[in-house]
């Protein structure tokens, strides 16, 4: 061997010019496919700067938009039996849940709080549909009469802002029943004269749709929520017609009379500040 074979040659380690980024860091707009600093739309309150599209909001960030000042309580809801049916399919409902809740660090799809809008008293629900697709159950149910019965005694506004794929059907017909108890709860505001308000939210679909959601006294909607019963595709199939343009999305439904006002997440404070101060005068 010579002194050229036992040269030892300098080793050169690996550049990692990628720095670790993290999976939230961007976002793309599903509406006109911008690449978005995810930070760039919080600043916005998750709505797109470029098509104004409105992504799904986060609950505790829509309690801060609507109460004054930021300023509310989030009330302690009933328990409930959980998985009443013992339900499995690929996976046991109870594992469902529990995944649900270290995703949301939420108990389940809904949250209540109550505050000042305003000025004027309310009680507010806001739906995750980051929690099982925002679907309702006994939990819901029982967290939405709690809700009304609630508003009865500060004689306040009930507001409503559903974000939902239906009913649950880890729960079978108790979850169905949901939709008659919330019906019920709703109709005794209506006896007290007590405004009840319905923000559409994307998407508001199945049997939330089919009850409490469609009963509001002012029902508005944010921009692009697609609202409706059944899917689009699913309609399609049954009737063998095309649908026409926009089918259940909110533009669509305000022109057909289904609903009031289409109204910017910016702007929505404002308008529930306006509709408070005719309703509880």
Request: net charge positive; charged share 25%; hydrophobic share 40%.
């Amino acid at each position: 061997m010579n002194w050229i074979t036992n040269l030892t040659r300098p080793t050169v380690k690996k550049v990692n010019i990628h720095a670790d980024i993290p999976d939230n860091f961007w976002d793309r707009c599903p509406e006109c496919g911008a690449m978005l600093f995810h930070e760039e739309i919080t600043r916005t309150d998750y709505v797109c700067p470029r098509c104004n599209h409105h992504f799904r909001l986060p609950p505790l960030r829509r309690l801060e938009m609507i109460f004054d000042n930021q300023e509310y309580t989030l009330v302690q809801l009933p328990k409930v039996k959980e998985d009443p049916l013992h339900f499995s399919d690929l996976k046991k409902y109870t594992d469902r849940l529990k995944e649900a809740r270290k995703k949301t660090k939420s108990d389940d799809a809904i949250l209540v709080a109550h505050g000042k809008i305003g000025g004027k008293p309310a009680v507010v629900g806001v739906f995750n549909f980051g929690f099982m697709g925002g679907s309702m159950g006994t939990y819901v149910g029982e967290a939405i009469v709690t809700a009304a019965q609630l508003a009865l005694l500060q004689e306040a506004a009930l507001i409503l802002i559903p974000a939902s794929g239906g009913a649950r059907m880890q729960e079978g017909m108790l979850s169905l029943m949901q939709m008659a108890r919330t019906t019920v709860a709703v109709k005794r505001l209506k006896k007290k004269k007590l405004p009840y308000i319905v923000i559409l939210t994307d998407p508001t679909t199945g049997g939330v749709t089919a009850s409490f959601a469609m009963l509001g006294d002012v029902t508005l909607a944010e921009p692009g929520s697609v609202i409706g019963f059944a899917g689009a595709r699913v309609i399609e199939q049954t009737i063998r017609q095309k649908l026409p343009p926009n089918f259940q999305k909110a533009d669509y439904l305000l022109e057909h009379g289904m609903i009031d006002q289409v109204v910017a997440r910016k702007d929505l404070r404002k308008k529930l500040i306006q509709i408070l101060d005719l309703l509880l005068k």
